[in-house]
């Protein structure tokens, strides 16, 4: 963020400008200048992240970079003498024991807020549905499923994320969402994790320096809760045949609702009223511009912690680093047990 002297066209109460990059690959940064001189914005571009920060030049970052580098970025980050304010992409780290670290560290820089790229709770349907729990129309929420159904990993500079040792593995690199999503609804912490799943369809016949990609393309996966609750995952990356990519289900002991994404349809009812008494709304939310991959969502986080950090630490983050941890230790777990074949408790993951 930056005031007006930098970048003229804005006007004062916007005040938001993306003065500089720091990326190492050549192609980014040029993909980066022609952008920015498509909206004749200057732009500074640094060829890492420490240059980056010791230019002095921005107040706020995204950290935006492949999973396996968050961690050493964001350490460098919180502890620079200057102080900026993050939104991280999630997940929050690959790994438990980075997160902790992170969660750590930043407790020495309240003088930051941090924020987790957790942005599927501002999808119009998703954030709908949770309207509907919150205001309790479902009950005692009793199951949460989310079926994930959609295309392939899309292809990324260098191809980290074909391995697990970049990503953290398919249920921490995207299902952290959905993990998060459960954890919402079911305004719960996780207990315990079982899950199947494998790599079937996908990759199989790609080679990057002589390996293939290790990361499984579908799964089954249940988190219990401790308020009893339940969540279920179904994902599975080579479904393009779907209608929706994200069909999420939540039943309480008096109601059931659903959401369905991109569709933007969402559905609620009750036990008494049944079928007929269903009711159905197309959620919209009149501020997004622009859909994105993500149906507007990156623009609602983005608007939401711009207002967190011009509330001056007077409103935290929406989505933050204990919100990112967990939902990544959920991750974690259900990769643990496809591997062991057998349940494993947050607690052994926490360790
Ligand atoms: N919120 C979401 O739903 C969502 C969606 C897509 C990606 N992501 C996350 O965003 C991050 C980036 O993913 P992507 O799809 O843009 O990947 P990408 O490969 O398309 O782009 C990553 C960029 O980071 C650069 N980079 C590599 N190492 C770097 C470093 N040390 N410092 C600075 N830049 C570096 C690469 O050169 C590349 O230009 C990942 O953490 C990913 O999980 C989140």
Redo the contacts with the bound molecule.
């Keep these: 963020m930056k005031n007006r002297r930098m970048h003229p066209q804005i006007e004062l109460t916007e005040a938001v400008a993306v003065v500089a990059i ?4 050549l192609p ?1 940064q040029q993909q980066a200048h022609n952008l920015a001189r498509s909206f004749n914005w200057p732009l500074q571009v640094f060829s ?2 420490k240059e980056l920060l010791d230019s002095g030049m921005c107040d706020v970052l995204v950290v ?4 396996m ?2 961690f ?2 964001l350490m460098d980050i919180i502890t620079h003498p200057k102080p900026h304010h993050v939104l991280v ?3 929050l780290c690959t790994t438990v024991a980075h997160c902790a670290k992170v969660i750590d560290a930043a407790k020495s820089r309240p003088d930051m807020l941090v924020q987790v ?4 709770r501002y999808m119009p349907p998703v954030a709908k549905l949770m309207d509907v729990v919150k205001g309790g129309i479902l009950g005692q929420v009793k199951m949460v499923a989310i079926r994930e159904h959609r295309f392939p990993f ?1 292809v ?3 191809n ?2 074909r391995f697990n040792c970049n ?1 953290g593995g398919t249920l921490v ?2 299902c952290c ?1 959905f993990f998060d999503l459960m954890r919402l609804f079911a305004s719960a912490n996780p207990v315990r994790v079982m899950a199947s799943g494998a790599i079937d369809v996908n990759h199989k016949d790609e080679t990057y320096d002589g390996k293939v990609p290790d990361i499984i393309d579908n799964a089954y996966v249940i988190v219990e809760f401790e308020n009893g609750s339940r969540g279920m995952l179904d994902l599975c990356m080579f479904a393009e045949g779907s209608k929706n990519e994200q069909e999420i289900s939540v039943v309480g002991d008096i109601g059931k609702g659903e959401a369905f994404v991109p569709e933007s349809i969402v559905r609620w009812g009750s036990r008494v009223e049944g079928r007929d008494g269903v009711k159905t709304l197309k959620a919209e939310d009149d501020r997004i511009k622009y859909d994105g ?2 149906h507007g969502s ?1 623009y609602l986080e983005h608007l939401q912690f711009l207002s967190a950090i011009r509330a001056k630490g007077s409103q935290a983050p929406a989505v933050d680093l204990h919100d990112g941890l967990i939902s990544v230790a959920i991750g974690v777990a259900a990769q643990l047990s496809i591997e062991k074949g057998r349940f494993v408790t947050i607690e052994e993951v926490m360790e």
Excluded: F, R
């Excluded at 935006?64 to 999973?67: E, G, K």
């Design positions: 720091a990326d190492p690959h980014s890492g992240h935006s970079s492949p999973n580098t968050h050493e970025i992409e999630k997940p790229g957790l942005e599927y899309l990324k500079v260098n980290w994320n990503t690199e995207k969402h991959l993500h990156s």
